[in-house]
Every structure is written in C-alpha cells, then in structure tokens.
C-alpha cells in the first residue's frame, strides 16, 4: 500500500464520477448494455488512469503516481453486484488496489431491492480501508493518509434517496448525511488531524469529498449552514 512510501517529488491521479449511465442490474435478462457515449468515455477514462498508476510504482519518482485520488460515484448502484464485477474487470483488477484512495459517493449508497448492503460491496471492494477483524459498514468512512510531505484527508458526505419525490432528492443532496460520522463531528476530527499535521510540519494538504461544495449541475450546492 502506501507504507513506506516517503518520496519527495511524485504525483498523483485524481479521478472522480467515472460510473456508468446505467446500472447492470436494470438491464433485462437476455439484454446486453448498449454503452452510451459517456460509458465509452468511461472505459477510456478509467483504462488509461489504470495504465498511469500501475506503470509509474517503479518509475524513478519524479515521474512517479505514487497514488490515486477517487472522489466517488465508481458504480452506477452500490448494491448492485454485476456493477462492481463490471468495474473490478475493467479497473479495479487492473491497478495496486492499496495505492487507491477512494471518498464515498451517493452512488455507491444506493439499495435496490433484493440487492445486497451497498457498503458491504464497497469495503469488499477496497479492503485497505477496513480495520483488521472488521467487516460491512465498519470500514473507514473518512479517513488521513500521508504519502511523503502531502496529507490526504477523506470526508464522507453520504448519500441521498434511491427512491422518492424531487424534494426529498433535493434535500438530501444538499446536506452531509454520512451515517457514520455528522458533518460536525468530521470537522472536528479534521482539525485535529490538521493540527497534528502541522506539527509535523506537513507541507501539503489535500482534502476531497463527494457532494460539491459549489456545483452547476443539477446538484444543488451545499448549504450555507454546512
């Protein structure tokens, strides 16, 4: 993974929202997926970060990815299981998994019926961040990782309605609802993290999670009193 990792100069692949249109789970039986044109972006995206990262481990470091930034949204549905086997072929099995830091998105919260624990997928997916002797939702939902003088801090900002009416979707998008940790209890873990980490006299501090704090899209940004 990333222990013993202390380069000074490297860089790293930021990537985020790389899933699909259409959950593999909604196509009917005997159907096949007829890719869209941003599922053909997507395995043009995701085959050549896969090539960057796995090609650069042993690179001298100054060309070096020593890591991967995930911003979330890997799979279209988080309980879907042909959505992970469709990523695991395409990517996942592809690169140094441990190398892969990854933040929660709505996606990868989202429950069809009759389908397994979204989060049971995830953190099977991605077992470098569950503790030893842990297992399902006890995974690191946020979560600080220092490769060399840069600190990466994860947050997660949850998930929104699979089902229900424009407001609820609305309302939900809006705020972190992580159920694992509040919004406020993330800020003060935070601060202490960064406390320690300028103590340390880190150099460098990067912070990602999934819900835009400003956003164009048809999300709306979050809300001033986050």
């Not at 009759?114 to 953190?123: G, R, S, V």
């Not at 309605?161 to 939900?172: C, I, Q, V, W």
Request: glycine share 8%; charged share 20%; with cysteine.
């Amino acid at each position: 993974g990333l222990a013993g990792l202390n380069p000074k100069r490297f860089s790293f692949v930021f990537l985020g929202d790389s899933r699909g249109s259409v959950s593999r789970c909604d196509v009917p039986a005997g159907q096949t997926l007829n890719p869209s044109p941003q599922d053909q972006l997507v395995v043009r995206m995701l085959t050549e970060a896969a090539g960057q990262l796995s090609a650069a481990v042993d690179a001298p470091p100054e060309r070096r990815n020593a890591f991967m930034l995930y911003s979330g949204d890997l799979v279209t549905r988080g309980s879907c299981t042909k959505d992970w086997a469709w990523i695991e072929r395409l990517f996942l099995s592809r690169i140094p998994r441990a190398r892969l830091l990854p933040a929660i998105g709505n996606h990868e919260t989202w429950h069809g019926k009759d389908e397994p624990e979204p989060l049971l997928q995830y953190f099977r997916a991605f077992p470098h961040l569950t503790a030893p002797g842990s297992s399902g939702r006890e995974g690191w939902h946020h979560y600080a990782a220092e490769v060399g003088e840069v600190l990466v801090v994860t947050l997660c900002t949850g998930g929104y309605p699979r089902f229900g009416t424009e407001e609820d979707f609305l309302r939900s998008d809006r705020t972190w609802d992580c159920t694992q940790a509040s919004y406020a209890q993330q800020m003060r873990w935070m601060d202490q993290v960064l406390a320690r980490a300028a103590a340390r006299g880190t150099r460098h501090v990067v912070v990602q999670y999934h819900k835009p704090s400003y956003s164009q899209s048809r999300h709306p940004p979050l809300d001033a009193a986050n």
